[in-house]
């Protein structure tokens, strides 16, 4: 596709239930982030992919929260048990990968996510 | 683990007086880059530096990098209503053949006309 894309785009669940979101990349790109954004607040680092790499999973809050990318394709954002606190809007991004990491990173618009 | 610090977290101001973001990392910078976020939208890419120092001009927004490539300001002119948004800076870790982007807190521009 042309841009990146994320499914669902609003996600409305009841705490304590599983959800499962999902980023398609821009084709090509090596790079690929979550990013948890809470109203009003800032872009919280969650996981990235870097081609075959291992992940770098240093901003998983918890347990709950897993992510897995087939390849250099699509990735998926699994938050298990929900809670309150997970109300946010979850963001990814890709980038363009070697041999330069100087470049941009294009934003899908977003999974907003609401626990009741 | 690695932080980047962005100040002010709101700015006021009246339309054509000037705004400046002021970002600080607690690391050394492959580079960094900045991104606006209308409200309701997504980030979208302004500009990246690199180099130590680095000085860039868009129209009216000037974008420093640091000497020690740990801090960065971003200063826009005279603003519009059109600069509404909130202004982020992303600082980029190159390893595994990549690059791992920390983003700052946002600085959020309102202009009053």
């Known amino acids: 596709g042309a841009g990146v894309s994320q499914s669902p785009s609003n996600k409305v669940t009841e705490k304590g239930k599983d959800v499962e979101l999902r980023c398609d990349p821009i084709?090509?790109?090596?790079?690929l982030y979550w990013y948890r954004q809470r109203l009003g607040q800032g872009l919280e680092f969650l996981i990235y992919?870097?081609?075959?790499?291992?992940?770098?999973k240093s901003g998983l809050p918890s347990d709950r929260f897993s992510a897995e990318r087939t390849g250099e394709s699509v990735s998926t954002l699994t938050i298990q048990r929900t809670q309150q606190e997970d109300s946010a809007v979850y963001l990814c991004?890709?980038?363009?990968?070697?041999?330069?990491?100087?470049?941009?990173?294009?934003f899908g618009q977003g999974t907003r996510l609401t626990v009741v | 683990g690695q932080q980047v610090m962005q100040i002010p977290q709101y700015q006021h101001v009246q339309e054509g007086e000037d705004f400046t973001t002021y970002c600080n990392s607690s690391?050394?910078?492959?580079?960094i880059q900045w991104y606006k976020q209308r409200p309701g939208g997504h980030p979208v890419f302004l500009i990246q530096?690199?180099?130590?120092?680095e000085v860039k001009k868009q129209k009216r927004l000037t974008f420093q990098f640091g000497e020690a490539k740990k801090n960065s300001s971003l200063h826009i002119t005279a603003t519009q209503t059109t600069d509404v948004g909130t202004y982020f800076c992303?600082?980029?870790?190159?390893?595994?053949?990549?690059?791992?982007?920390?983003f700052g807190q946002g600085t959020e521009l309102s202009v009053k006309p």
């Open positions: 084709s090509g790109h090596t790079a």
């Open positions: 690391t050394t910078l492959s580079n």
């Open positions: 992303a600082g980029l870790l190159i390893y595994n053949q990549g690059g791992k982007l920390i």
């Open positions: 992919f870097q081609g075959n790499s291992a992940p770098d």
């Open positions: 991004a890709s980038r363009p990968g070697p041999p330069t990491g100087n470049t941009e990173a294009f």
């Open positions: 530096l690199v180099k130590s120092g």
